[in-house]
């Protein structure tokens, strides 16, 4: 079946500008995590979804970042006036359900350039 | 808090080699790991897992992990190595029992293999 899909795959964009990352994740999860992977900083968490809701936002880094989920499915990563250190790739991720040893299926991720 | 220690940031074998792979965690209470493999510019894709019971985990493409709690880790390892298994290799965890467990992994910074012929 098909995995977690995100887009664009790459995206360049200049110092001030928003941009709007998506992700679909395995159709019937209810649970969905956005990461982070940059050079400096690793994976990093920023947020977590439960259906619609979002119950986790402690990773989001500053209140430029904001994600919202809408249907129980589709989730979209909003930067606003873009920084040069939000540069990274922008991992998706989605489980049937939280249980502790419940797997994590990752998208392929964003990678985001600010110029 | 959770954390997550890899020691060495690369690791370079020759092919037929022993792969070893080291991870340290330190949790609060008992913990879920994790070990993700990352090919370039893929997304993580999961080796192997610790929940409970067998301290001795085997994986995909003949990787396996020993959940050690006296020594607070979890390497991973596999008898030969191949060609196709350089990539980027990251331990995770997630909070176990005990407290709220909503998913979150905490990762460690990765380690490259590179596999020499």
């Known amino acids: 079946g098909a995995g977690v899909s995100q887009s664009p795959s790459n995206k360049v964009t200049e110092k001030g500008k928003d941009v709007e990352l998506r992700c679909d994740p395995i159709?019937?999860?209810?649970?969905l995590y956005w990461y982070r992977q940059s050079l400096g900083q690793g994976l990093e968490f920023l947020i977590y979804?439960?259906?619609?809701?979002?119950?986790?936002k402690s990773g989001l880094p500053s209140d430029r970042f904001s994600a919202e989920r809408t249907g129980g499915s589709v989730s979209t990563l909003t930067i606003q006036r873009t920084q040069q250190e939000d540069s990274a790739v922008y991992l998706c991720?989605?489980?049937?359900?939280?249980?502790?040893?419940?797997?994590?299926?990752f998208g392929p991720g964003t990678r985001l350039t600010v110029l | 808090a959770q954390s997550v220690t890899q020691l060495g940031s690369h690791v370079s074998v020759s092919e037929g080699a022993l792969v070893l792979l080291r991870c340290n965690y330190s949790?609060?209470?008992?913990?879920?790991l994790f070990w993700y493999v990352q090919y370039p510019n893929q997304g993580l894709q999961l080796l192997l897992k610790?929940?409970?019971?067998?301290?001795l985990v085997k994986g995909i493409n003949g990787f396996e992990a020993e959940f050690k709690k006296s020594e607070t880790s979890f390497h991973l390892t596999k008898p030969s190595a191949h060609m196709s298994d350089a990539a980027e290799y990251f331990c995770a965890v997630k909070r176990g029992a005990g407290g709220t467990s909503y998913g979150k992994l905490t990762f460690g910074q990765g380690t490259i293999l590179t596999v020499h012929p």
């Open positions: 610790y929940t409970t019971g067998a301290t």
């Open positions: 159709s019937g999860h209810t649970a």
């Open positions: 991720a989605s489980s049937p359900g939280t249980g502790a040893g419940v797997e994590q299926f």
């Open positions: 979804f439960q259906g619609n809701s979002a119950p986790d």
């Open positions: 949790s609060s209470v008992p913990p879920y």
